[in-house]
């Protein structure tokens, strides 16, 4: 049986027309006490790529009871609480890190006799490959809406720009000439995030997270892609209900549903 199948129907009206729907507003949980009960449930590690789905067919030997996995481990939104395969981690990162710098192209910000871009308390460091856009605008002179630049971080709100890492990173940068300053209001450098970037620094002596500049010697970095994998590889171990128990499970929800 489907998850909505289970729930109590109401009449209602739809452009004039009497229809009956099921009463999807309700919601019904499990609690702490159930979710610990190692007679109950058992642990189930989640391969990548393993669907609610499957999982279930696995068990129960069907795709249904996929929303009993869900409830039992108290899952709202599979796409953010279940676990996702590893090919999509570099992409999560890509997304969840991205930086965007927005500003305005006055003279205020776009200094073209020194090549200098102010962005206040920027996130961007030499190297770092961004997207430039003119937000509808005219671009800054020396620069094409839509094209990749490299950053030159000058200080902690300033940049230039240089057409290639190689020319960016060099003991001394060659950077874009700026020829104009450009029009708009919303002008934005994009970075996408950076899987090597450190997320945090982390001491296997107590294990706690600790500041970079901590003296011990035990402290190690921990890049975004390295705690986005472990956090999905948290989400691995999931809860299951003894297939034996299916039956009565879905009595009791019916009979919490008020049906």
């Known amino acids: 049986m489907t998850y909505f199948s289970h729930f109590p129907r ?29 007679v109950l449930l058992e642990d189930y590690i989640v391969s990548d790529g393993e669907t609610p789905e499957a999982v279930s067919n696995i068990i ?25 395969s590893n090919s999509q981690i570099p992409a999560l990162v890509a997304w969840k890190y991205k930086v965007i710098e927005t500003f305005t192209a006055t ?36 620069l094409t809406s839509g094209n990749t630049y490299y950053v030159v971080k000058m200080t902690a709100n300033t940049i230039k720009l240089a057409t290639t890492r190689a020319n960016a990173v060099a003991n ?46 035990n402290i190690s970095p921990v890049t975004n892609y390295e705690y986005e994998t472990q956090v999905n590889d948290d989400k691995r171990t999931v809860k299951i209900l003894n297939a034996n128990l299916i039956p009565f499970f879905i009595q009791e929800f019916k009979t919490n549903l008020g049906n």
């Open 172 to 217: 001394t940068p060659v950077v874009i000439d700026l020829t104009a300053v450009g029009v708009g209001t919303s002008h934005t450098f994009t970075k996408q995030g950076d899987g090597e970037q450190v997320h945090h620094y982390y001491d296997a002596s107590i294990g706690y997270i600790v500041d970079q500049d901590d003296s011990n010697v």
């Open 60 to 84: 129960y030997g069907t795709p249904l009871y996929h929303w009993v996995l869900l409830l039992v481990n108290d899952i709202v939104d599979y796409r953010t609480e279940w676990p996702i």
């Open 107 to 142: 003279s205020v910000y776009v200094a073209i006799s020194t090549n200098i871009i102010t962005l206040a308390e920027h996130d961007l460091f030499t190297g770092d490959e961004v997207v430039y856009n003119n937000g509808g605008g005219t671009s800054i002179g020396g």
């Open 10 to 38: 109401l009449i209602t009206t739809n452009n004039g027309k009497i229809i009956i729907i099921e009463d999807f507003l309700r919601r019904v949980g499990v609690t702490a006490a159930f979710r610990d009960n190692v």
